[in-house]
């Protein structure tokens, strides 16, 4: 099975920084991973599919990159609204597999 | 409007079978590229995929999982059914079922239930 290896696993950071997620798949899976926001007590919402594409309604805030094994998660301008845990997915087979987690506290 | 909501048992016991209801709105499992997956979360865990069925009854398990795991579908009813056999406290988590969709190779859950928790213990 492919894994994911998502860092940092927790960062603290302000409102108005700017947060850098990293998301490892143990082999290459071309750009095919999607990126999750999940708020304390909900379920997941998809933010980023296709490594850079952003899903509807969602700010321009996010942005995605990568391809390969190595990939990212940026939030150029933190706001209240996104502390959550964020969590990385792969699916470049029928074995779906999701990253860690990467929760993004208030500093 | 795409909806999702999971019903069952808030508690089994040990040894037991999970059945797990899936009932949503807003979209059809006949059409074709549409799929409804399970994913489940310990508590303060992460997220783990568990199994999904396709629009024409293809169905795909997690290895670890797979000799555990059952998934059908009532396109009629709307639903979509998972059991899990032989439930253990590690399988404590709070389960989800999700609408899916293939964007080229990239299978994703673009809408979600809100969640069902489910307790293992005697």
């Known amino acids: 099975d492919i894994q994911m290896t998502q860092s940092p696993s927790s960062v603290s950071a302000s409102v108005g920084d700017r947060v850098t997620i990293t998301c490892r798949a143990s082999?290459?899976?071309?750009?095919?991973l999607a990126w999750y926001q999940q708020k304390p007590g909900k379920a997941p919402k998809l933010l980023i599919y296709?490594?850079?594409s952003l899903q509807s309604g969602v700010p321009s805030r996010f942005s995605g990159s990568g391809s390969g094994t190595d990939f990212t998660l940026t939030i150029s301008s933190l706001q209240p609204e996104d502390f959550a845990t964020y969590y990385c997915?792969?699916?470049?087979?029928?074995?779906?597999?999701f990253g860690g987690g990467t929760k993004v506290e208030i500093k | 409007q795409i909806t999702l909501k999971e019903s069952g048992p808030t508690l089994v016991k040990p040894t037991q079978t999970l059945t797990l209801t899936c009932t949503f709105s807003?979209?059809?499992?006949?059409?074709?590229?549409?799929?409804v997956g399970w994913i489940r979360q310990p508590p303060g865990k992460a997220l783990e995929w568990l199994a999904l069925?396709?629009?024409?009854?293809?169905?795909r398990y997690s290895p670890s999982l797979k000799s555990r795991l059952t998934i059908t579908k009532d396109t009629s009813k709307n639903q979509v059914v998972l059991t899990m056999t032989n439930m253990d406290p590690v399988d404590t988590a709070t389960y989800y079922c999700?609408?899916?969709?293939?964007?080229?190779?990239?299978?994703?859950?673009?809408?979600w239930g809100q969640g069902t928790l489910v307790t293992v213990s005697s």
């Open positions: 999700a609408h899916a969709v293939r964007y080229q190779l990239l299978l994703l859950f673009d809408y």
């Open positions: 807003g979209f059809s499992l006949s059409t074709s590229g549409v799929g």
């Open positions: 069925i396709y629009w024409n009854d293809d169905k």
């Open positions: 082999q290459g899976i071309s750009s095919w």
């Open positions: 296709a490594a850079s």
């Open positions: 997915q792969q699916a470049n087979s029928f074995r779906l597999t």
